[in-house]
Every structure is written in structure tokens, then in C-alpha cells.
């Protein structure tokens, strides 16, 4: 019995590796951020603060899915897995953790690019 579960284990473990290559997000500059979207069309950019701290100051265009939303569940807001996505929260934590768990659920052009905090660009506000 020991035999066949270890058979089975070594059996899946490729393929589990495969999945996690596969679960990646690339981290970018700000600078880089700031090219991407001058040159760049059709992206999104994703503020995954809180809808608080989205209201007091954002990057213009940008949209807000706080970190703590995102699961295992469809994002109506981001409908297109392809599509490049640039996430950035206040300070960077946030913002890898949510590209991690958007590329677990097979958003594949995500691009981090850390926090607001460095932005050096207009901001908007919706007081």
C-alpha cells in the first residue's frame, strides 16, 4: 500500500510543478510601469488597496479589487485572464500578493510594480 501511494505521489509531482512554473508574475520598476503605460494600450491597472485608501488618492484610470477580495472566485472586473494587468497597492506587500494569487487563478500578463507611496506621477481622489 505504502508502494502505490508513493508511485502515486511521485507519480503527480511533475505535474504539480509544471502548475507552479506556470503561477508566476513579473516585477517590475515604476519606471517600467510608467513606459508600460505610455506605450502600452488595453491594460488594466489594478489598485488592490482598500476602497478607502483607493478614494483618497489613485493612480488615474485605475481600478479597485482590495487584496482581501481576491479568492478563488471569477473577478468581474478583470473578465480577460490575458489581458495585461499592473498591480500596485500602497507600499508593494499587497500588491505581490495579489499578483501571486491572480496568476494561481491563471491571470497570466500580471506585472507588480510595487506602491503608491513611490509613485511620482498624477494622482486623483474621489472625496
Aim: glycine share 8%; hydrophobic share 35%.
Amino acid at each position: 500500500m505504502t508502494v502505490v501511494l508513493l508511485a502515486l505521489l511521485c507519480g503527480c509531482a511533475p505535474q504539480d510543478e509544471e502548475k507552479i512554473e506556470k503561477m508566476t508574475y513579473t516585477q517590475i520598476t515604476m519606471d517600467k510601469a510608467v513606459e508600460m503605460m505610455e506605450s502600452e494600450s488595453g491594460y488594466i491597472i489594478l489598485d488592490v488597496r482598500t476602497v478607502e485608501e483607493f478614494n483618497e488618492r489613485h493612480i488615474p484610470g485605475a481600478i479597485c479589487v482590495p487584496n482581501e477580495s481576491i479568492g478563488a472566485e471569477p473577478i468581474e472586473e478583470l473578465p480577460q485572464k490575458d489581458q495585461l494587468i499592473l498591480v500596485y497597492c500602497r507600499s508593494g506587500r499587497r500588491s505581490k500578493e495579489a499578483a501571486e494569487k491572480l496568476s494561481a487563478m491563471g491571470y497570466s500578463n500580471i506585472y507588480e510594480f510595487g506602491g503608491i507611496l513611490d509613485w511620482t506621477g498624477e494622482t486623483v481622489s474621489e472625496k
